[in-house]
């Protein structure tokens, strides 16, 4: 082991990535409790295997396409397998070492760093399918990302591509040195690129591609938190706090219980002014992003922006306006903005005359949900946009009184004649007697 100048600086630029993403994730994890409180620790057993199965073994990836799926398991894979091997980069950054578990492991070694280095290949070319698809081939449910939604997704694939690569030019100069003994699998086919080449060149290349590896982790690490990639860490959580009643079912709002509790109690004075310490009535419904719980917030920050949920939605199929897809994405900027609010203004929010319903999310787009729950469904990650759109439905129906007209005549129908159709109880059978005519 050798301790240098080189160590020294790397443990600056480990604490100093360490505190930058530390500090962001608090940041994020702040703004997904101003949410309410939603208790999702019932059946722990069920929650651990739907996350084994969901989560780590991306079924829901390979369920509708098949070739998209496999291209992002190995991704997936890969990002998950060959950060062991940043492990070791880190503790030989630290100690002074240079491939600290090589002795000890033996053999085991080799064959993980030949598997590690076939991985890579593998991921590269994933990633360069993935570009392809987004911007030459342009797959349907990406053609309406544009600006950083369009540009986040394209950086973290060359920044995957960059990684990979600077790994296999790291083992090519290390195959280089040391006469190709070593576990080589794939970067000694690119060794001949440095042949003929002296030990100090071959030595600057190693250090320079080393550096840019784990630079380059660094990097990505602190990006994840500004992009929709934070999913593969959120992933996991958002996953065991899924929803595990009836698909699309109606929940009870604690606002409307304490109401009907109310009605119910012969003794509860109705017109009684409310103690002077009691909080403010909550909403019916959701109106802004602090009306809603911490799970649908989580939610938000978890969203892939695949698009999966919006090309399995019917009302969008059919041309309406819903994207369940840009109903997250805007529940994760409304929240980054009341987040920022709070953080200009010492920890306390001041009412910017803005809200989640209207200013981000139009009501066009939450009357055109059919309920159907299709994008839950499809969506990798148990992402519920559904949820989010029926409470602030809720809002509008109860505190605005502002249903869309079908519901209202449907309403009326219910109020004057028992049931949702324009006519009385008493003709409802004239259909048996027009079909004898």
Same mark, same amino acid.
């Given at each position: 082991?050798?301790?240098?100048?080189?160590?020294?600086?790397?443990?600056?630029?480990?604490? !100093?990535?360490?505190?930058?993403?530390?500090?962001?994730?608090?940041s994020i994890w702040r703004n997904i409790n101003?949410?309410?409180?939603?208790?999702?620790?019932?059946?722990?057993?069920?929650?651990?295997?739907?996350? !084994?199965?969901?989560?780590?073994? $991306?079924?829901?990836?390979?369920?509708?396409?098949?070739?998209?799926?496999?291209?992002?398991?190995?991704?997936?894979?890969?990002?998950?397998?060959?950060?062991?091997?940043?492990?070791?980069?880190?503790?030989?950054?630290?100690?002074?070492?240079?491939?600290?578990?090589?002795?000890?492991?033996?053999?085991?070694?080799?064959? !993980?760093?030949?598997?590690?280095?076939?991985l890579a290949v593998f991921v590269i070319i994933?990633?360069?399918?993935?570009?392809?698809?987004?911007?030459?081939?342009?797959?349907?449910?990406?053609?309406?990302?544009?600006?950083?939604?369009?540009?986040?997704?394209?950086?973290?694939?060359?920044?995957?591509?960059?990684?990979?690569?600077?790994?296999?030019?790291? %083992?090519?100069?290390?195959?280089?040195?040391?006469?190709?003994?070593?576990?080589?699998?794939?970067?000694?086919?690119? !060794?001949?690129?440095?042949?003929?080449?002296?030990?100090?060149?071959?030595?600057?290349?190693?250090?320079?591609?080393?550096?840019?590896?784990?630079? %380059?982790?660094?990097?990505?690490?602190?990006?994840?938190?500004?992009?929709?990639?934070?999913?593969?860490?959120?992933?996991?959580?958002?996953?065991?706090?899924?929803?595990?009643?009836?698909?699309?079912?109606?929940?009870?709002?604690?606002?409307?219980?304490?109401?009907?509790?109310?009605?119910?109690?012969?003794?509860?004075?109705?017109?009684?002014?409310?103690?002077?310490?009691?909080?403010?009535?909550?909403?019916? %419904?959701?109106?802004?992003?602090?009306?809603?719980?911490?799970?649908?917030?989580?939610?938000?920050?978890?969203?892939?922006?695949?698009?999966?949920?919006?090309?399995?939605?019917?009302?969008?199929?059919? %041309?309406?306006?819903?994207?369940?897809?840009?109903?997250?994405?805007?529940?994760?900027?409304?929240?980054?903005?009341?987040?920022?609010?709070?953080?200009?203004?010492?920890?306390?929010?001041?009412?910017?005359?803005?809200?989640?319903?209207?200013?981000?999310?139009?009501?066009?787009?939450?009357?055109?949900?059919?309920?159907?729950?299709?994008?839950?469904?499809?969506?990798?990650?148990?992402?519920?946009?559904?949820?989010?759109?029926?409470?602030?439905?809720?809002?509008?129906?109860?505190?605005?009184?502002?249903?869309? $007209?079908?519901?209202?005549?449907?309403?009326?129908?219910?109020?004057?004649?028992?049931?949702?159709?324009?006519?009385?109880?008493?003709?409802?059978?004239?259909?048996?007697?027009?079909?004898?005519?």
């Amino acid at each position: 082991m050798h301790f240098g100048i080189q160590n020294i600086l790397f443990v600056i630029l480990l604490a !100093a990535a360490g505190f930058l993403f530390a500090r962001k994730f608090k940041s994020i994890w702040r703004n997904i409790n101003l949410g309410k409180d939603k208790n999702r620790s019932d059946k722990p057993k069920e929650r651990w295997a739907l996350m !084994a199965k969901v989560a780590l073994g $991306q079924s829901k990836m390979v369920k509708r396409k098949k070739l998209a799926g496999f291209f992002h398991v190995i991704v997936y894979v890969g990002f998950l397998l060959i950060n062991i091997e940043v492990l070791e980069i880190v503790l030989d950054g630290i100690l002074g070492s240079h491939r600290i578990f090589a002795e000890p492991l033996g053999s085991v070694y080799n064959a !993980a760093i030949n598997f590690f280095e076939i991985l890579a290949v593998f991921v590269i070319i994933a990633c360069a399918v993935f570009l392809w698809r987004r911007n030459v081939n342009v797959v349907p449910r990406f053609k309406d990302l544009k600006g950083w939604a369009k540009i986040d997704g394209n950086n973290i694939l060359i920044i995957e591509i960059v990684l990979m690569t600077a790994l296999l030019i790291l %083992g090519a100069a290390e195959a280089n040195m040391t006469d190709g003994n070593g576990p080589w699998v794939i970067s000694g086919m690119l !060794a001949p690129i440095f042949s003929g080449m002296s030990q100090e060149s071959l030595h600057i290349i190693e250090r320079v591609a080393w550096w840019a590896h784990i630079v %380059g982790i660094f990097a990505f690490l602190n990006y994840l938190p500004y992009s929709k990639h934070f999913h593969v860490i959120l992933a996991f959580p958002n996953v065991w706090y899924s929803n595990l009643e009836n698909k699309g079912g109606f929940t009870n709002l604690e606002s409307v219980k304490k109401e009907v509790e109310m009605m119910m109690d012969p003794a509860a004075d109705p017109y009684a002014a409310p103690p002077a310490d009691a909080p403010a009535p909550e909403r019916f %419904g959701a109106k802004d992003v602090t009306d809603l719980n911490w799970v649908q917030l989580m939610n938000s920050y978890a969203c892939t922006e695949c698009g999966r949920c919006t090309s399995s939605c019917p009302a969008n199929i059919t %041309g309406k306006k819903l994207s369940p897809r840009k109903i997250m994405m805007d529940t994760r900027d409304r929240l980054e903005e009341v987040g920022k609010n709070i953080d200009s203004n010492n920890g306390e929010f001041k009412d910017d005359g803005k809200f989640l319903l209207d200013n981000y999310v139009t009501r066009e787009e939450l009357w055109a949900c059919t309920s159907c729950n299709a994008c839950v469904e499809a969506c990798p990650v148990n992402i519920d946009p559904l949820s989010i759109i029926v409470d602030m439905r809720r809002y509008l129906v109860m505190e605005e009184s502002s249903a869309d $007209q079908a519901i209202n005549m449907m309403m009326t129908n219910i109020e004057n004649n028992g049931a949702p159709w324009a006519y009385p109880q008493a003709d409802r059978g004239n259909w048996k007697d027009e079909m004898k005519e």
